[in-house]
Antibody, heavy 119, light 110 residues
């Protein structure tokens, strides 16, 4: 059964760049849609976007409201994918989850990592 | 606020049945597959229902999904205290070109 684990700094200063990595184990990263989803404290889920190399070419799809600040990348040699979110503000404080997108749903999730934006 | 509307909370007694609705539009629920997720406090969401009405392996048949028009419904029968959680619907929105989630419904098993 595939397992996902997020890693990265838990504290980021305003205006800086948030960087997270998701390590995938017990499964290949060469298929599926590798996704980032976040959840502000006490609030609901927000889809950030996905990256995939299903067609042997990396394709990305980001939420329109975040598109100007988001970059995702895939490292198949390490079975990892990453998120970079630039120019962060307090509104970006959230638990960030990585997940595996299979068709129209997310069938495996990481445990999540809290990222706080504060000076 | 979300483009998908869920009731903020529902409650029922152990052993009873509850339904949670997810109301959307023709750009999301009506024309795309809906999935449902269970989030027990302090843990990651877990896929309960995929493709409107399919249960992934390991999900009890007490959980069911259905869809009609612009609304989807999650049903839970034989409620247990362990079912207390937040439940979210999710679907692709063709107008936004983004995956969207409902605001979540907190289930209390009295």
């Amino acid at each position: 059964q595939v397992q996902l684990q997020e890693s990265g700094p838990g504290l980021v200063k305003p205006s800086q760049t948030l960087s997270l990595t998701c390590t995938v184990s017990r499964g290949s990263i060469s298929t599926y849609y590798w996704t980032w989803i976040r959840q502000p404290p006490g609030k609901g889920l927000e889809w950030i976007g996905y990256i995939s190399s299903i067609s042997n070419t990396d394709i990305t799809n980001y939420h329109p409201s975040l598109e100007s600040r988001v970059t995702m990348s895939l490292d198949t040699s390490k079975n990892q994918f990453s998120l970079r979110l630039s120019s962060v503000t307090a509104a970006d404080t959230a638990v960030y989850y990585c997940a595996r997108g299979a068709g129209d749903d997310f069938d495996s999730w990481g445990h999540g990592t809290l990222v706080t934006v504060s000076s | 606020q979300s483009v998908l509307t869920q009731p903020p909370s529902v409650s029922a007694a152990p052993g009873q049945k509850v339904t949670i609705t997810c109301s959307g539009s023709n750009s999301n629920v009506e024309n795309n597959y809906v999935s449902w997720y269970q989030q027990i406090p302090g843990t990651a969401p877990k896929l309960l229902i995929s493709d409107n009405d399919k249960r992934p392996s390991g999900i009890p048949d007490r959980f069911s999904g259905s869809k009609s028009g612009t609304s989807a419904t999650l049903g839970i029968t034989g409620l247990q205290t362990g079912d207390e959680a937040h439940y979210y619907c999710g679907v692709w929105d063709s107008s936004l070109s983004a995956r969207v989630f409902g605001g979540g419904t907190k289930l209390t098993v009295l």
